[in-house]
């Protein structure tokens, strides 16, 4: 499957913006979701997931009450809603699926996910 990130930008601190993943994929509902990010010298972190069905979320500590994750299966796409943005929040961020048979399964580790978009870039300004 191949994924196709857009929606990032500057943005002022305290600003919001909507990160969009689209799916080649026509069977998209077979797929968890995931969004990650790297910051300039550091790691991929996790930052949000979701099941299948959409029914069952998970997301860093950091983006909780802040970061909406959602999906669109009669679209192929996955949204990461960003609201009151940090300059820590800082970025690329990537979408990832993974193929699961389970409808409620979510996945926080970015080694279990098999594809992966190309990254679009996020920066919060202070």
């Known amino acids: 499957v191949q994924l196709q990130a857009s929606g990032g930008g500057l943005v002022q601190a305290g600003g919001s913006l909507r990160l969009s993943c689209t799916a080649s994929e026509r069977t998209f509902s077979n797929y968890l979701m995931g969004w990650f990010r790297q910051a300039p010298g550091k790691g991929r972190e996790f930052v949000a997931t979701?099941?299948?069905?959409?029914?069952?979320?998970s997301y860093l500590d950091s983006a909780k009450g802040r970061f909406t994750i959602s999906r669109d299966n009669a679209k192929s796409t996955v949204y990461l809603q960003m609201n009151s943005l940090k300059p820590e929040d800082t970025a690329v961020y990537y979408c990832a699926a993974k193929f699961t048979t389970s409808y409620y399964y979510i996945v926080e580790g970015d080694y279990e996910y098999g594809y992966w978009g190309q990254g679009t870039q996020v920066t919060v300004s202070s």
């Open positions: 979701i099941s299948r069905s959409g029914g069952s979320t």
